[in-house]
């Protein structure tokens, strides 16, 4: 069971959003707070497993909320829901920790899907912020040095270019033919050889090297 705490200052929204995932049996709305110090207040209560966090709001935003519940709660996942995809807020929601960025107009398939996949380890951004947080992340920032990738092996390397592409552990497992436990292995080699602590990280670092459009991983 996934233990969700919506964060929104619209109630229509948020009251729209409990009935919505209230029909999803793998999850259980715990909480609902009315800006990020709700969120904050409420994450400390009742520990969800995730927040759904909107942006601008009130007293105190998402963005803020975020860093501090990804520095405070590493463990907690938060995924942003929203409908603001100007730049600044894409970027400075993954910077805070965010673990995916969707906008308010996705299906209600895809929210679901975005919940568990977060959960399961993915990385979830709305297709239409994906083209510019990449393209962010490619011409903005100078490439790390190429030797990075001679840290990694060639299996290490496969699972990163996948897990760069969004895909959880269960569907690398799946693709490579390995077990997800051997996956979850990988990945935590990964991290620890790349001197990053989460997925989003790993992706971004695997996007500016080249190592995400290189290979031949399926």
């Known amino acids: 069971m996934i233990r969700l705490l919506i964060c929104d200052d619209q109630v229509v929204v948020s009251e729209g959003l409990r009935a919505i995932l209230g029909t999803v049996p793998e999850v259980e709305v715990v909480g609902i707070a009315n800006d990020g110090q709700e969120a904050l207040e409420q994450v400390e ?3 969800p497993d995730l927040v759904l966090m909107d942006l601008k709001m009130p007293v105190m935003n998402g963005i803020q909320a975020t860093r501090i519940i990804h520095d405070r709660y590493p463990e907690i996942k938060v995924l942003v829901l929203t409908t603001y995809d100007m730049d600044e807020w ?10 995916g960025y969707l906008l308010k ?11 568990k996949g977060t959960m399961e380890g993915g990385t979830h951004v709305d297709p239409k912020v994906a083209g510019k947080l990449f393209s962010h992340i490619t011409q ?5 040095d190429t030797t990075l990738t001679n840290l ?3 299996r ?4 990163l270019r996948l897990l760069a592409r969004g895909f959880t552990n269960a569907e690398i497992a799946g693709r490579l033919f390995l077990s997800e436990g051997t996956v979850r292995n ?3 080699s990964i991290f620890g050889k790349l001197g990053v602590s989460d997925r989003t990280q790993a992706a971004v670092l695997a996007i500016r090297t080249g ?4 290979g031949n991983a399926n």
């Open 140 to 144: 903005s920032a100078p490439a790390p």
């Open 152 to 154: 990694l092996s060639d």
């Open 90 to 99: 894409v970027f400075d929601a993954i910077r805070s920790g965010a673990a």
């Open 105 to 115: 107009d996705a299906p209600r398939e895809t929210l679901i899907e975005a919940i």
């Open 156 to 159: 290490e390397l496969d699972v």
């Open 211 to 214: 190592i995400a459009q290189s």
């Open 186 to 188: 990988y990945v935590s």
């Open 45 to 47: 209560q009742l520990m």
